[in-house]
């Protein structure tokens, strides 16, 4: 488990007891993950300190929930009290932790810590004083989700979907029953579905504005209305 540790306000304590005394904080927040750290025959657990109040860890655990107990046992070590001047009553300086579990994220070493290090800042914006795991699945659904997003505003700019109505026929009575929407991009100079798809998957933002733009509702009414006057059609959408 790779863990990045940063304390919660911890300026505050710079601003008001100065800096001896957050030096001091830190010495005792280093000693107290020292104690945290288990060691066995061929394993042990590490931790060190990026700078200023920033402390990365290395736990080893052999479940998801041992993962979890390890996280919530350091946090609950360094949660306790300082005493930052011993004429002055104990300061409650509380920390943020991210983390990220290899081989479930399976990246090298320098990603594995901007995760963790992501993860941090999500706990801390949830209110702090906590800890939050890296989803390298939500991460990933995440990233397609952009690069889909900017392939539809893509297509869109460059005026790469165009707007088909195939009509739906009774093979016993040959009478046009209804029709079907269909949305198609252009892709290498030839029509796909593959674009319209994306839209459909991920149709909020600009791919609904974008539908909105190539009249798929107004286009709809209007083969209703005209083609089919007597008698109410159904349009599906494709």
Not at 119 to 147: C, I, V, W
Not at 210 to 227: F, Q, R, Y
Request: proline share 4%; net charge positive.
């Amino acid at each position: 488990v790779v863990c990045y540790l940063d304390l919660d306000r911890f300026k505050p304590v710079n601003d008001r007891f100065g800096h001896a005394a957050g030096d001091r904080l830190l010495a005792e927040l280093a000693g107290r993950l020292r104690s945290a750290l288990r060691s066995r025959e061929h394993w042990t657990d590490s931790a060190a300190r990026l700078g200023g109040d920033e402390f990365v860890l290395l736990l080893r655990a052999g479940t998801l929930e041992e993962a979890r107990l390890a996280v919530e046992r350091v946090l609950r070590v360094v949660s306790q009290p300082y005493v930052v001047d011993p004429a002055q009553e104990p300061v409650n300086v509380t920390s943020s932790m991210g983390a990220t579990i290899y081989p479930i994220d399976r990246s090298d070493a320098d990603t594995l810590l901007r995760h963790a290090d992501h993860a941090m800042y999500g706990a801390k914006q949830s209110g702090r004083n906590g800890y939050l795991f890296f989803d390298p699945e939500h991460r990933r659904r995440t990233e397609e989700r952009a690069l889909a997003i900017g392939r539809i505003q893509e297509a869109l700019d460059q005026q790469e979907l165009l707007l088909f109505y195939q009509p739906k026929v009774d093979m016993r009575s040959g009478r046009v029953h209804g029709f079907e929407a269909l949305l198609l991009g252009l892709v290498m100079g030839a029509f796909s579905g593959s674009i319209a798809f994306v839209i459909w998957k991920f149709a909020s933002g600009p791919a609904a504005a974008g539908l909105k733009t190539l009249g798929v509702d107004e286009k709809a009414e209007v083969m209703k209305a005209e083609s089919l006057k007597r008698k109410p059609a159904k349009v599906s959408v494709r």
